[in-house]
Structures are given as structure tokens and as C-alpha cells.
């Protein structure tokens, strides 16, 4: 980025890597292969939409279909100006959501958004904690909760967050911050016994190039025309692939500190695990 003809900065690799995802993206979504086909698609955008033409949209909602359900999630990129320019722009479109739009740390820009989008907000980066999403809810930020067991303590805390959320009035979504099939099993089950989780929620499983259960999760996945069916068997209702639990473990000692859900360079971000 420059200005003023001087270097101001770089893109970091995460930023590039996502700019260039999403001009991918951009260019045309693929098919999805009949076997995955889901029934909500999730589109992160950030500032690629919000600084150019919303037009380059057009062709990515062809290819979805009519039929999909389309969630943008900005990732705290645009302005509440922005924010409200774009929502206008893909009303046609009649998306499910868009995800937090503007900065999760200001509740006031994401009320002033969401009073003047015709499409609903999902709260993310606002709304990683229980005390957060109280918070939104207070602050009417939002028309739905994203929640993350794994940034707020576990499925107990995503249990009560759901509970909050109901007694709220509001649908819930759990974000995931990538897990194997063990979690993505357990969170299955608790998401199936509530109420409140009506729309689609985040899994990992097809991102993964291997997993440590057998059958379940990872790139074979569960899925059901879109669906996720909930594991049958006891407990679980999982089976963990010993050998493949042993390698991994092993790979994570030697470089799991390279692989890990906070950064210190980032203050918004939690603390894991929360209590």
C-alpha cells in the first residue's frame, strides 16, 4: 500500500493469501461435486468487495443457484459506509447473511448497520465469548450469534451461549476455528439436541486432507445430501483411528507451536481455553 508516493506497507502473507482466494472466487465459483453439494454457501470477501465493483459478484451467485443459501462474511473489513453501500448493492441476491461486516469492537457501528441492511447480520468476531455476545445483544448488533466452543471454554459454554441466544430471540451459529473429527462429533450431537441452531453451522471436515476417526469428519465427511448426520454409535458414536491419533500426536509435538488459534500481535483475540 502506498500513499503520498511513499511504501507504506506490505500485504502480510495471510492478507495475500485471502486476496488472492477470494479473486478466485471472484472470477466464478466451480460446482460444487454432487457428493458435498451443501445447501448454504460461505463467501469470505473482506476488503476485495468493499474496494472494488460488487458487479464481480454476479457470477459466483449464478453458479450457487438459485437455491443456495449465501452468507458474505466480511471479516471486520469495511466501513459502517461501506457496509451499508454493499448490503444495498446484493439485495438481489437474497442473502442469508452478512457476517460481521464492521470492526467486532465497535457494537454502535454494527447497530447502526444493521438498522439501515435489509440483509440480517451475523455477529462473529463480536461474539466470541458469552460476556460478548451479551454485549451484542444489549447493544442490538446483531440478528444472529456466531459462537465458538473453542474460543469460550468448550461445548458446556456453547450450550449457554445457544441458551442466551434463545432467550434473546436469536438463531445461533457455531464457528469453528478448525477441528478434527472427535470435536466436529461431539458438537454434532449437542447442536442436534438445540433449538436454536437453525441455520448451517461451520465444519472443517472438507478443508482437512486427513482425520483421526474413521468414517466421520475429515475429507470422506458424513454429509447426507448437505447434511451432517449425527454419529449413531456409542458414546460419540466415533471411532479413533489409533495409529493415525499416534502420528499426529507426534507431528504436533515437533510443530505444534506453529500451528496454533491465538497471536499475541492481536489484543481482540482470546485467550485459549476460557473457562
Not at 128 to 136: F, I, N, S
Not at 178 to 206: C, K, M, W
Not at 207 to 227: C, E, I, K, M
Request: hydrophobic share 40%; charged share 20%; proline share 5%.
Amino acid at each position: 500500500m502506498s500513499a503520498l508516493g511513499q511504501e507504506l506497507c506490505s500485504p502480510s502473507p495471510r492478507a495475500a493469501s485471502r486476496r488472492a482466494a477470494m479473486s478466485t472466487a471472484m472470477r466464478g465459483a466451480e460446482a460444487v461435486p454432487a457428493r458435498t453439494a451443501t445447501e448454504t454457501e460461505r463467501v469470505s470477501s473482506g476488503s476485495v468487495i468493499g474496494s472494488s465493483r460488487t458487479s464481480g459478484v454476479s457470477p459466483s451467485m449464478a453458479r450457487l443457484g438459485t437455491d443456495a443459501r449465501i452468507r458474505l462474511d466480511a471479516n471486520e473489513a469495511w466501513s459502517p459506509g461501506t457496509a451499508i453501500r454493499v448490503a444495498r448493492a446484493l439485495r438481489p441476491y437474497d442473502l442469508e447473511f452478512i457476517e460481521q461486516p464492521v470492526s467486532g469492537r465497535n457494537l454502535d457501528e454494527m447497530a447502526y448497520v444493521r438498522g439501515r441492511s435489509d440483509i440480517p447480520l451475523l455477529a462473529n468476531e463480536a461474539s466470541w465469548t458469552r460476556h460478548d455476545q451479551l454485549a451484542v445483544i444489549r447493544a442490538g448488533a446483531a440478528d444472529a450469534i456466531s459462537a465458538d466452543n473453542q474460543a469460550d471454554g468448550g461445548l458446556l459454554n456453547l450450550k449457554r451461549s445457544a441458551g442466551l441466544c434463545e432467550a434473546a430471540g436469536l438463531p445461533v451459529v457455531k464457528h469453528s476455528l478448525g477441528e478434527l473429527g472427535v470435536a466436529l462429533a461431539a458438537a454434532t450431537h449437542l447442536i442436534a439436541a438445540t433449538p436454536n441452531f437453525r441455520h448451517a453451522s461451520q465444519a472443517y471436515g472438507a478443508l482437512l486432507s486427513d482425520d483421526v476417526t474413521a468414517g466421520f469428519g475429515g475429507p470422506t465427511g458424513n454429509y447426507h445430501h448437505g447434511h451432517l448426520a449425527v454419529p449413531a454409535g456409542h458414546g460419540l458414536g466415533v471411532q479413533l483411528d489409533e495409529e493415525k491419533v499416534a502420528h499426529y500426536a507426534e507431528l504436533y509435538a515437533k510443530e505444534g507451536k506453529d500451528f496454533s488459534f491465538t497471536d499475541d500481535r492481536h489484543t481482540s483475540w482470546p485467550a485459549l481455553p476460557k473457562a
